[in-house]
């Protein structure tokens, strides 16, 4: 053999499964935005566990791009006047992956288990009088008190979702993670291929029932183009941007802003805002601890934030990434409203942070400052926060660690001298923060809120007249209400309203702009 | 010998008790909760609480000690927290591509590194002895992930030559295999040829100096017969010692690596695995491990006995 021959046909060795990977157009290769360590949307709130789940469950109802729910699983319903009955009807001849038909015993034991997890979930079950099984296909929900937001709750797609699974695997504890993963979505989850932190494949169901509807979010049709859909996690900006641009993955979810720049310039590629509903910063206070459980200390420190600080050094100058936030809610979203926000706006005022700080009783105590350095956004909000504290006479203490830790320090209500805490960073999906129903953040009942367990009866009064509105007008005044009186708690600080990319390659086609990934419609040419 | 190598399996024993012992603890008093990764950020503190109960975290230190050791001596290294998978199986999963990709390395670093020492010290004070020499300085002060960008930059992404990232089983073919990994071996390779190279070239400075390398000479034995047969056997006991300790050095460098290159070996699983605190699987990775190590270095000793006969145990 001669020599040229040799190495012509070691190059197309070297050559051929990058070729036949390219031109395989019935395979997706998509770059999720962090690792898919499990599988269970109900007993976690991760968002990429719900993106991944939504492929492989099916929930009742599903929200388009309204927020209006619409029929999913079930063929439709009835409700009394009152919103107390309501009568579901599921579609006849849904299958699980397993073969086995969906019944009301699955549906039944699903929501069970949902109830427990998710805030709406526990709304019902607070009414609950029965949830009972009237055939095979017929349920019904009998409430002691109206839940006008019923259709909502089983159809949004926020963590935990309110996904149907066979009744065996339903029975799991809510608290713990389910074992198998069968569901009735467009997609099947393959184990035996789940690498996790590496590779999780999905494979198209090919019994799924498509909707008529034109697909719209979680609702409509679920048409899937591809066999398979292999999810690649890179934990590497870098390596996942020249991947992608070397055709060896379709579709990144979420670049890191420093690749963005370079992505725009290649001819191949689309780059565009992938979640209109964007995320909200956070700038989380422990309201027990001092000084903190002073509104007057709390109220200093958002005279002197500002949100065009944070959002520079979380997104960088690229100004179509990021607004100003003097709000609650989404900016966008119909129940977006700035009253009460009037301290978040204009200059900022130092001098007056520190005379207020001085009549609310500061007296230079140590703060305690959680960042999470291993995720870009909260240390680039906690390096904001040091230099905004040190500006207005507060004496920080910088406690550089990772999330796993932070996770851990949070949950401490113990004084800051005991390992507790006074602030740390977040942020919360824009999705999650259109309504007060899965905002957790914007709770204020206390030692039940969340992290930081802010203390407001006016905000607690405004969500539940938000419950109870039967219609968007009474939603929206109980929503000003509710954003009046987080201003006046400060039960956290918006640190502004910020967007991500989303980057895929030219040939891939029907890519939507939504709060999660949304694989069906989408095709590859 | 026999004697010797059964008295060294057996030191292994108390070895890894002392390694279970200590990661177990480290973990333990190591601040960071996979009950609160689990449940997300949105969830309350009480959900933590309980997925913490419900994941028996909230047990005193000995029992759960206890219960995975009498586990880990029945051969079961537990289950992951967050998969649900057994710790066996993820390792299994991942032992492959990092095998393949020692291999690949360690064959490259030696092929390259100890001719290049060997010629370095033959022709000492020459151009190649000084290439060498800033070869492998280079190989010391550049950072493993900084090679590795480079490399992907020129030979996947200008001249497309290799894939930039991910992993093919060698069971569909070896061209792929070796396709997506020879840049992470190279990358990885570099400190450690650095290492092996300059450690050879010392040791065959000393051993060329020596009477019989003058008497080999003066009986007309060809050059290359001095360098590779006579001298280098003499110099091979440092060598084999850093081709040892270096392969400690290989372990570490191989987290970086995985990540650049998205290859989905025992790096990357140990680096996920601490991030999301998932006990087990610290526990299941660190103690393979130091096994492999322990076995590495019993090896390392005899191989000392092949190279130089005075050695005995």
């Not at chain 2, 995985?258 to 660190?286: C, K, M």
């Not at chain 2, 390392?300 to 145990?313: A, H, K, N, S």
């Amino acid at each position: 053999m001669k020599r040229r021959t040799l190495l012509t046909a070691a190059a197309a060795t070297l050559a051929a499964p990058r070729l036949s990977l390219a031109q395989n157009t019935r395979v997706l290769k998509f770059v999720p935005q962090a690792n898919l360590s499990s599988m269970d949307a109900v007993a976690g709130t991760q968002y990429v566990v719900r993106n991944a789940a939504m492929m492989v469950w099916d929930t009742l109802y599903g929200i388009d791009s309204s927020f209006t729910p619409k029929h999913m699983m079930v063929e439709g319903h009835e409700v009394n006047s009152d919103f107390s009955v309501w009568t579901f009807k599921l579609r006849a001849g849904l299958k699980f992956h397993d073969g086995g038909a969906v019944t009301t015993r699955d549906v039944i034991a699903s929501l069970k288990r949902w109830m427990v997890r998710d805030t709406m979930g526990q709304q019902i079950a607070a009414r609950l009088d029965a949830l009972e099984a009237i055939d095979d296909l017929s349920f019904r929900y009998r409430l002691n008190k109206p839940f006008p937001k019923m259709l909502f709750a089983l159809g949004k797609s926020n963590a935990p979702m309110a996904l149907i699974m066979p009744e065996r695997i339903a029975a799991t504890d809510p608290f713990q993670l389910i074992k198998e993963y069968v569901g009735s979505g467009p997609m099947k989850f393959n184990v035996k291929e789940w690498v996790p932190g590496a590779t999780a494949v999905f494979e198209k169901y090919e019994s799924y029932p498509v909707r008529q509807e034109a697909g719209d979010w979680s609702s409509g049709a679920k048409r899937m183009n591809f066999d398979r859909i292999e999810w690649i996690i890179m934990p590497d900006g870098a390596t996942a941007s020249a991947a992608l641009q070397n055709g060896e993955v379709d579709w990144w979810e979420n670049p890191i802003p420093d690749v963005v720049p370079l992505l725009k310039r290649n001819r191949n590629l689309n780059v565009d805002i992938g979640d209109p509903f964007g995320n909200i910063g956070s700038f989380r206070m422990n309201h027990l601890n001092p000084p903190f459980d002073k509104v007057g200390v709390r109220r200093a420190v958002m005279m002197a934030l500002s949100q065009a600080d944070y959002m520079q050094a979380v997104v960088g100058d690229d100004t179509a990434l990021w607004k100003l936030c003097p709000g609650f809610f989404t900016p966008g979203s119909p129940m977006y409203t700035e009253a009460g926000g009037n301290l978040l706006k204009g200059p900022r005022d130092y001098e007056g942070a520190k005379k207020l700080l001085k009549e609310s009783g500061y007296n230079g105590e140590k703060i305690q400052l959680v960042v999470p350095v291993d995720v870009a956004i909260t240390k680039a909000e906690g390096d904001v926060t040091a230099d905004l504290l040190a500006k207005i006479g507060m004496n920080v203490n910088y406690l550089a660690t990772d999330w796993g830790t932070t996770g851990t320090i949070r949950a401490k209500k113990d004084p800051v001298d005991k390992g507790g805490w006074n602030i740390f960073h977040t942020w919360h999906a824009g999705a999650d923060c259109v309504n007060p129903a899965p905002y957790t953040a914007l709770d204020a009942g206390g030692d039940k809120a969340w992290f930081g367990w802010p203390k407001s009866d006016k905000v607690q009064a405004g969500i539940a007249e938000w419950y109870a509105a039967p219609d968007q007008a009474a939603e929206k005044a109980a929503c000003v209400k509710i954003n009046e009186a987080s201003f006046e708690n400060v039960t956290y600080i918006p640190t502004g309203f910020f967007l991500q990319y989303t980057a895929w390659r030219k040939n891939v086609s029907g890519i939507v702009k939504s709060p999660f990934p949304v694989f069906w419609g989408v095709e590859k040419s | 010998m026999f004697a010797y190598i059964c008295r060294r399996v057996l030191a292994t024993i108390p070895v890894m008790a002392i390694v279970a012992l200590f990661v177990f603890s480290l973990l333990y008093i190591a601040p960071g909760d996979p009950a609160s990764i689990i449940a997300g950020d949105q969830a309350s503190p009480a959900d933590v609480e309980r997925i913490r109960a419900a994941l028996g975290l909230d047990r005193p230190f000995l029992v759960r000690f206890a219960t995975w050791l009498w586990d880990v001596l029945r051969g079961d290294l537990g289950t992951s927290i967050f998969t649900n998978l057994p710790v066996t199986k993820m390792i299994g999963q991942r032992i492959q591509p990092t095998v393949s990709l020692m291999v690949i390395t360690l064959t490259i670093s030696l092929c390259t590194a100890i001719p290049l020492g060997v010629v370095a010290a033959w022709k000492q004070g020459s151009w190649i002895d000084r290439f060498a020499m800033v070869i492998s300085t280079l190989g010391f002060s550049v950072p493993v992930f900084v090679v590795g960008y480079l490399l992907a930059y020129v030979f996947a992404l200008w001249l497309d030559w290799v894939p930039v990232q991910g992993y093919t089983p060698i069971e569909q073919g070896i061209g792929p295999w070796f396709a997506n990994l020879i840049l992470p071996a190279i990358a990885l390779g570099l400190i450690y040829m650095a290492l092996i190279a300059r450690i050879t070239r010392a040791t065959m400075l000393e051993v060329l100096s020596q009477d019989y390398v003058r008497t080999a000479r003066a009986k007309g034995v060809a050059q290359q017969g001095i360098l590779f047969v006579h001298a280098l056997k003499n110099a091979a006991v440092p060598i084999i010692t850093v081709v040892g300790i270096g392969f400690a050095a290989l372990i570490g460098g191989a987290v970086v690596t995985e990540s650049v290159f998205a290859i989905p070996g025992l790096g990357r699983l140990t680096v996920d695995a601490i991030l999301r605190r998932d006990y087990p699987v610290i526990q299941g990775v660190v103690l393979m491990f130091s096994f492999v190590y322990v076995l590495v270095n019993l090896g390392v000793d005899l191989l000392y006995t092949l190279f130089d006969p005075r050695i005995r145990y």
